[in-house]
């Protein structure tokens, strides 16, 4: 079933100080994301990716083109889509359960329902015991997960992560992949994921976007077939190997032809 469709998507930027001089920085964007699909994005600094995740995120407007969440047109933000960034964007004084009831106080729920949504996202994300921490109490990787619980806290039918593990040394960003794929796997989630690093795209996915960029646009789409669920060894499988060999070559050509 499609979840999100978007058809001839153009994005431009002013160029200088008069209205009339643009920069197009997407062009004619057109793809389609199935339900309970993991999709990443990659590319080259400055494609555009992050660009396109806000626009679906409905925080950026677009110039033209179609946009849609199962059917129906996306005007600006809302509840059904949850959206993940680099940096946590915790409320420092708040811990880290009321980070998460925070983001559940415009939904209509009582306060009872809120403090149980809360904690069984946070258990979800194994912050059961932490709860009651600041974000200063909290390594990276733990304020990453309560930003991660407070976004599937209102059920939304997109995630949208923007380079959610940037900034996470290599051992949190292994465990934080595993996490990711085993509440991806439970929750039946839609997952679009914006990320430089082609490992960590072909382990997660099940199609990789490609974008080129001046302007940006979809360049290559790659299925993954590679089984589920995913572990450690994975890595190692000549299939993997493989394809990621091949999104980097499609990443620097682009990269060479600029």
């Not at 940037?166 to 989630?189: N, P, Y």
Request: with cysteine; net charge neutral.
């Amino acid at each position: 079933m499609e979840k999100l469709l978007i058809r001839d998507l153009t994005k431009t930027f002013p160029a200088g100080r008069s209205t009339k001089d643009r920069i197009t920085v997407l062009d004619n964007i057109s793809l389609t994301i199935r339900e309970n699909e993991f999709v990443s994005l990659v590319g080259a600094s400055g494609c555009g990716k992050s660009t396109l995740l806000s626009i679906i995120a409905g925080l950026q407007s677009h110039d033209r083109g179609e946009l849609k969440v199962d059917g129906n047109d996306i005007l600006g933000p809302g509840a059904d889509r949850g959206v993940v960034f680099q940096s946590y964007t915790l409320l420092p004084w708040l811990t880290a359960r009321k980070n998460v009831e925070f983001a559940l106080e415009a939904t209509g729920h009582s306060k009872s329902e809120i403090g149980d949504i809360a904690m069984n996202h946070l258990k979800l994300v194994g912050l059961e015991p932490f709860a009651e921490r600041f974000p200063a109490q909290l390594s990276g990787g733990m304020k990453q997960r309560v930003a991660i619980a407070r976004a599937l806290s209102y059920k939304p039918k997109l995630l949208l992560m923007d380079e959610p593990f940037g900034a996470l040394d290599a051992l949190t960003r292994v465990q934080m992949q595993e996490l990711l794929t085993g509440v991806w796997e439970r929750e039946k989630l839609t997952v679009i994921f914006v990320t430089h690093d082609v490992e960590e795209a072909v382990f997660l996915s099940d199609r990789i976007f490609v974008m080129a960029s001046n302007p940006g646009r979809v360049k290559t789409i790659y299925d993954v077939p590679l089984p589920r669920p995913r572990t450690p060894d994975t890595h190692r499988l000549p299939e993997f190997m493989q394809l990621q060999a091949e999104v980097l070559g499609s990443i620097r050509s682009e990269m060479r032809d600029r």
